[in-house]
């Protein structure tokens, strides 16, 4: 019996090379297209697809936002991930929401279909090439989970603040504190996260969800 298979790309030319290429030796049946996100989560609850192939870059919806909404809604479907990132923070991104596969849109149809294959035996399928860069921010992450630990709650407060661009006037009224005290945690901040300046301490923030960028 053929995989069936859910596209979701906004771009109809890639849809229709993909199609031509899984449909190829008939093991696998393209049932249904979606070309943004909110148009696949309308169509795959009615579709009910094996696999689902999932875009990033999509208008009204992007592939993290749905991926999180079919996590969400309990949707039984395979997602493998297909797409031009191969920056390691998408990739941890969707491994942290429970996604079952990840492949860049340069492989070759076989690895492609490899990574179909896997995922209808429940397994994850990462594309080799990307697993070191996973590992190696793995680790990264647990260290800043240390460095954020050792914070105190008035210092993760401040952290917040500065990441978020307020100068140490502002801090000082928002927290009802004195600039020299702001000083001091912003001080003791630098050096618990092991960063210099306050752009690098606003990156960190980002980069592990301390603040969000909308």
Known sequence: MSVKVMLVDDHALMREGIRQLLEFDGSVKVIEEAGNGEECIEKIEKSKPDVLLLDINMPKKNGIEVLEEIKRK?????????????????????VDIGVDGY???????????????????????I????????NNRLVARDIDKDKIDSLT????????????????????????I????????????????????????AVFAIKNDIIKLF
């Open 74 to 94: 309990k949707i039984n479907v395979k997602v493998l991930i297909l797409t031009v990132h191969n920056e390691v923070e998408y990739l941890l991104k969707a």
């Open 103 to 125: 492949l860049l849109k340069d492989s070759e149809s076989v690895e492609l279909k490899k990574a179909i294959n896997a995922v209808m035996d429940g397994e994850n399928y």
């Open 127 to 134: 594309q080799p090439n990307l697993i070191p860069a996973l």
């Open 153 to 176: 709650k008035r210092e993760l407060e401040v952290l917040t603040q500065v990441a978020s661009g307020m100068f140490n006037k502002e801090i000082a009224i928002s927290l009802n």
């Open 178 to 201: 004195s600039e020299r005290t702001v000083k001091n945690h912003i001080s003791n901040i630098f050096k618990k996260i092991d960063v210099s300046d306050r752009t690098q301490a």
